[in-house]
């Protein structure tokens, strides 16, 4: 309302001034502009700058080998052939009595039928003799071994969650305390200036 007013008493001193100094008369009153610049301050606020939260963080599980060593094969018995053992013999045999015998021969060109006188006959003979004689024989095996490598899990996978805080900050905000205005205030006007 006063400011309503102020401009409106305004406009009347500027009409008034300006017809009254384009007609050549008179100044009655006079108005100056008081311009009062807007007021501001700063103020400091906490706020969120950021919400916090989780973080989960994976480790992938570790596995290793070992060196063991295991049965392939139980102890058994199986049974085998042992062939016969045998040499060989040598001996000396009769193999004609020898004696009279009649044979053709030829003398003085002619061909007569002679009694003879043969000796005995022997030659060397080989026997293959059985030393031992062919046998079944009973045969333990033991049982088998072999290193096998077996894996193994050393460390399983591991889940860690981290909670992480929100953090909040002071942040700075510069508010208007008092609005800028604008008003008019009566300016005296000496008498010798009047005229």
Request: aromatic letters at 8%; a positive charge.
């Amino acid at each position: 309302m006063i400011r309503k007013s102020s401009a409106s008493l305004a406009a009347v001193a500027m009409l008034a001034s300006v017809s009254g100094t384009a007609a050549g008369g008179r100044a009655l009153e006079c108005y100056e502009p008081i311009h009062r610049p807007a007021l501001y301050d700063t103020v400091y606020e906490d706020v969120m700058l950021s919400p916090g939260g989780q973080v989960v963080d994976y480790d992938a599980p570790i596995y290793g080998t070992y060196q063991g060593v295991e049965q392939i094969a139980p102890p058994r018995v199986t049974y085998e052939t042992v062939p016969a053992v045998t040499r060989t013999v040598y001996h000396t045999v009769k193999v004609d009595d020898g004696g009279y015998a009649w044979e053709w021969r030829v003398i003085h060109g002619r061909k007569v039928l002679c009694k003879v006188w043969r000796k005995a006959r022997y030659a060397r003979v080989a026997e293959t003799v059985v030393v031992q004689p062919e046998r079944v024989r009973r045969v333990v095996l033991p049982a088998e071994y072999e290193a096998v490598a077996h894996e193994v899990l050393v460390r399983p996978q591991q889940v860690r969650i981290r909670q992480i805080p929100p953090s909040y900050g002071t942040v700075a905000r510069r508010v208007v305390v008092r609005e800028g205005s604008t008003s008019w205030r009566r300016v005296h006007i000496p008498r010798h200036c009047q005229d």
